[in-house]
């Protein structure tokens, strides 16, 4: 079992920690050493998938909450 933990803020970008692997929509694996990285969520950042902190800018506001 994977040992991966996405962690869901209010406001805030998915924060992912352990051995993972990012793929996009082509099959292409995007290089990241980092065992922690913040995904957008605000689909504004410059530097997508990646959290610029862009969404502090425009007020992103999310509350996710388990049902
Ligand atoms: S969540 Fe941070 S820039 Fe989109």
New binding site residues.
């Given amino acids: 079992m994977p040992n991966v933990t996405i962690t869901v803020k209010d406001d805030?970008?998915f924060l992912i920690k352990g051995d993972i692997s990012i793929v996009d929509a082509e099959g292409k694996e995007i290089e990241t050493d980092a065992s922690a990285i913040?995904l957008?969520?605000?689909?504004?950042?410059s530097t997508q998938p990646f959290?610029?902190?862009?969404?502090k800018k425009i007020g992103?506001e999310s509350k996710v909450r388990a049902s």
Avoid: D, L, M, Q
């Fill in positions: 805030e970008p913040a957008c969520r605000c689909g504004a950042s959290c610029n902190g862009t969404h992103f």
